[in-house]
């Protein structure tokens, strides 16, 4: 029985990749779906065209194939990352490209007359953006936005096949060494899907938080 | 790291023998999901609560965690108990039923978008139950939801990679094969990427297709 606890400790370990992968894969795909897909909307052609490019390249190739990419071609051009950062890259990106069509999207649906008060407030098109259109369009945007978070948790398992010890790769691990297969791809499937279950909660959470006063303003 | 012509063509038959692999695997699994999510979405609506909870939290349970975990499960669980599988059903399996959870959503929407005078039509003439599904609900239910279901089938091509995790010789384990024997990454990984976007990108053009003919006409 002693050897299990050594077992649960390797699980333990690997959730905590895993939860580190997510994190930080949010932050990235966050920060990068706000700029393309705002860069969608730009008046420059150069700054649309740009970021139509990413998006479609993104969505359009599978997520595995630019993590090997990312992490077996990228050192040929002399870019040498760790494990952990070509998996917080690739996942990043790739649900960025995702994350940023949910921007646009929520931004246009934003109605015309709030854009004609910004104006008529005498409001230049950041400041707009910043203190009107945004904190209304952000609302609009979280539910998706909790969705591709739990599609960038699913995706780092994918991580475990370039050599990253997350929940995955530890599952393997206990298998090769105890040739036990229910308990440990029992055990991770169950912490996946309380993680999904924490992000769908804390989403819904913040939801309501943001939401708040603003049942006037919302039709 | 010099892009080389020469072995591109060279490694070009075997990635084709890999194309074919993932289009039958993604064809294959796209009926299997077409399937089950409607067994699924059926199922959900169950007079018995305890089935359709339980049904429901089981595609809740399969929605939340990774696909790359599922077919482990399906390849590596499922023999300790008898059930010996060939990789390429087991793939096929594992995005049938991940895809079917997703595709319930779809039918959901579409059966509950179905305006409830016909029901109440479907009575009045007397049908019974599975009258009224097959020649009243489910011929409206299904076309407009044809473009969703595509859009999820186009998804499950680009994750038909994870099936090499678990040998199927599909484009990407022929890549990584042909990698490994001559040591180049840069040709095989970028030409699966650029497969996959090519594919992608015809697949899109169809979907606006099937947008245009099945697609609700409204905005």
């Not at chain 1, 400041?127 to 979280?142: K, N, T």
């Not at chain 2, 008898?82 to 319930?104: E, F, K, Q, S």
């Given at each position: 029985m002693t050897a299990w606890a050594g077992y649960i400790e390797l699980i333990l370990e690997g959730a905590v990749v895993t939860i580190k992968l997510t994190l930080m894969g949010s932050v990235l795909a966050l920060v990068v779906a706000f700029i393309a897909g705002l860069g969608r909307l730009s008046r420059f052609f150069a700054v649309r065209a740009l970021a139509t490019a990413y998006i479609e390249f993104?969505?359009?190739?599978?997520?595995?194939?630019?993590?090997?990419?990312?992490?077996?071609?990228?050192?040929?051009?002399?870019?040498?990352?760790?494990?952990?950062?070509?998996?917080?890259?690739g996942l990043g990106l790739n649900v960025g490209a995702y994350a940023a069509e949910v921007v646009r999207g929520a931004v246009q649906s934003i109605g015309k007359e709030?854009?004609?008060?910004?104006?008529?407030?005498?409001?230049?098109?950041?400041?707009?953006?910043?203190?009107?259109?945004?904190?209304?369009?952000?609302?609009?945007?979280?539910?998706?936005?909790?969705?591709?978070?739990?599609?960038l948790l699913k995706a780092t398992s994918i991580v475990s096949l370039i050599s990253l010890?997350?929940?995955?790769?530890?599952?393997?691990?206990?298998?090769?060494q105890t040739g036990n297969t229910m308990v440990p791809f029992t055990t991770i499937l169950v912490i996946y899907f309380a993680l999904a279950m924490l992000i769908t909660w804390g989403i819904r959470r913040l939801e309501r938080r943001l939401s708040r006063g603003l049942d006037g303003v919302r039709a | 790291m010099e892009w080389d012509w020469d072995f591109v063509w060279q490694i070009m038959p075997t990635l084709i023998e890999g194309v074919k692999i993932t289009i039958l695997a993604t064809v294959l699994g796209s009926a299997l999901a077409a399937v089950v999510g409607l067994a699924i979405a059926l199922l959900r609506r169950s007079e018995n609560k305890a089935v359709a909870r339980s049904v429901g939290f089981a595609a809740e349970f399969i929605r939340g965690t990774p696909l790359l975990v599922q077919l482990y499960f399906i390849f590596y669980v499922l023999p300790d108990v008898?059930?010996?599988?060939?990789?390429?059903?087991?793939?096929?399996?594992?995005?049938?039923?991940?895809?079917?959870?997703?595709?319930?959503?779809v039918y959901r929407a579409g059966i509950d978008n179905v305006p409830r005078g016909q029901w109440e039509a479907a009575k009045a003439c007397n049908l019974s139950a599975r009258q009224t599904w097959t020649h009243v609900i489910l011929p409206q239910a299904i076309p407009p939801m044809i473009p969703a279901l595509a859009n999820y089938f186009i998804a499950m091509f680009k994750e038909t990679p994870l099936l090499s995790a678990i040998t199927v010789l599909e484009l990407m384990n022929q890549a990584k094969s042909v990698a490994n024997t001559y040591y180049r990454y840069v040709e095989p990984m970028t030409l699966v990427g650029a497969f996959f976007l090519v594919i992608s990108l015809c697949s899109v053009v169809l979907l606006r297709w099937l947008e245009r003919r099945y697609g609700r006409v409204e905005r």
């Open positions: 993104f969505r359009g190739t599978s997520i595995f194939v630019q993590l090997f990419w990312v992490y077996f071609v990228l050192p040929l051009f002399g870019i040498t990352l760790t494990p952990l950062q070509a998996g917080v890259l709030q854009y004609e008060a910004c104006t008529a407030l005498n409001l230049g098109r950041w400041q707009g953006m910043r203190h009107v259109i945004l904190p209304q369009a952000f609302l609009v945007m979280l539910p998706t936005f909790g969705n591709n978070a739990i599609e010890a997350d929940l995955t790769f530890q599952a393997q691990v206990v298998r090769s | 008898g059930i010996l599988l060939p990789p390429m059903v087991a793939g096929t399996i594992g995005l049938g039923l991940h895809y079917g959870t997703y595709a319930a959503e």
